[in-house]
């Protein structure tokens, strides 16, 4: 029972910058990833960014040096700081999760967030 909540999105001339948040509440014992996928028109969705726990990263090739995701542990929250964004980067960003539960039973459970759109446009 993991909620995840985004926000961030929005539409931005090439170029420009846009910063997206994801917010995971409920009953969690512990986040092992949190990752960023989006999903343009007619294609399937992708990897964009994950950050493990201690903090080490893994980017698509298409977004390294324009990307950098981040996690503020102490807020269950990731985000991605996107730069000089390109038309191409016009999608559905999805929040990915990997959590375990604060449940007793300390089942894993995959979590995704509902998506905020990102326009690249002039």
């Known amino acids: 029972q993991v909620q995840l909540v985004e926000s961030g999105g929005g539409t931005v001339q090439p170029g420009g910058s846009l910063r997206l948040s994801c917010a995971a509440s409920?009953?969690?014992?512990?986040?092992?990833?949190m990752g960023w996928y989006r999903q343009a028109p007619g294609k399937q969705r992708d990897l964009v960014a994950v950050?493990?726990?201690?903090?080490?990263?893994n980017y698509a090739d298409s977004v390294k040096g324009r990307f950098t995701i981040s996690r503020d542990n102490a807020k269950n929250t990731a985000y991605l700081q996107m730069n000089s964004l390109k038309p191409e980067d016009t999608a559905v960003y999805y929040c990915?999760?990997?959590?375990?539960?604060?449940?007793?039973?300390?089942?894993?459970?995959?979590?995704w967030g509902q998506g905020t759109q990102v326009t690249v446009s002039s």
């Open positions: 990915n999760v990997d959590s375990y539960s604060g449940y007793r039973d300390r089942t894993r459970i995959v979590s």
């Open positions: 409920g009953n969690i014992f512990s986040i092992n990833t």
């Open positions: 950050i493990t726990s201690g903090g080490s990263t």
